[in-house]
């Protein structure tokens, strides 16, 4: 089972193309499978994406499962070097899964319209649920707890119209809707805990983390793409 700073290594040697740390990560039986939560890909994947083509044949030497499918994006290591257009990577993979014909290139309009489509599903999901919470704590005499589950609310419905529309959204905006689903889970998991609830706040404690791991993982996609 991979510790999560060891695991992070052996990441950081695919996507950069160290073959030496990669090699020494694999050596202390590193599992090449894993997915950590923070990046949800495999180094196979991002390793074929990056078009290392010696980190992929390693990796592939060492267990790596060329079958996996990366959490985030959904791609195999050969749909990610299709993605990236790394020929030397797509003909080796293509090649290691016996394949006769290579697949078709993964439509990019398909994808980001998969992509939009879950955003604007939870962005109207995470509206729908804190405009009820605020009703809720405004109903009870809650009116500070109550505005900031309405402001979170609102902004949620706005990103969602937003991308609706097919609109660039700046970091800032993500930022800023993050900042307030984080603050409202953990507004809400005091006020369970305060109530005496049984567990319910660890349930929002959870969202609140879910929230934080999901902004932080949308900025490095910012990053990486700029």
Avoid: C
């Avoid at 193309?17 to 202390?28: H, P």
């Avoid at 070097?81 to 993964?106: I, N």
């Avoid at 949620?156 to 930022?175: A, C, D, I, M, S």
């Avoid at 109530?195 to 959870?206: A, L, N, R, T």
């Amino acid at each position: 089972m991979p510790t999560g700073g060891n695991w992070k290594q052996l990441f950081k040697g695919a996507e950069n193309g160290d073959v030496e740390l990669v090699n020494f990560y694999l050596k202390m039986d590193m599992d090449p499978n894993y997915q950590h939560p923070e990046v949800l890909t495999t180094p196979l994947i991002e390793s074929a994406h990056r078009g290392h083509l010696e980190i992929v044949k390693l990796l592939l030497e060492n267990g790596a499962d060329p079958h996996i499918k990366a959490s985030l994006e959904g791609w195999t290591a050969l749909e990610a070097a299709q993605q990236a257009e790394k020929e030397d990577v797509v003909a080796f993979l293509s090649q290691h899964l016996g394949l006769k014909y290579l697949p078709p290139p993964l439509n990019k309009k398909d994808l980001q319209a998969r992509k939009r489509k879950a955003v604007i599903i939870s962005s109207f999901l995470n509206a729908g649920i804190f405009l009820m919470g605020a009703l809720s704590f405004i109903g009870a005499g809650k009116w500070i707890f109550g505005s900031i589950q309405l402001m979170t609310a609102l902004l949620n419905g706005y990103v969602g119209f937003q991308t609706k529309q097919e609109k660039e959204h700046v970091p800032l905006l993500f930022f800023i809707l993050a900042f307030f689903n984080v603050l409202t889970a953990l507004v809400i998991a005091f006020d369970y805990y305060r109530e005496g609830s049984d567990y319910i706040h660890f349930v929002w404690i959870f969202v609140a983390i879910a929230s934080t791991i999901a902004f932080f993982i949308q900025e490095q996609k910012h990053r990486n793409k700029n």
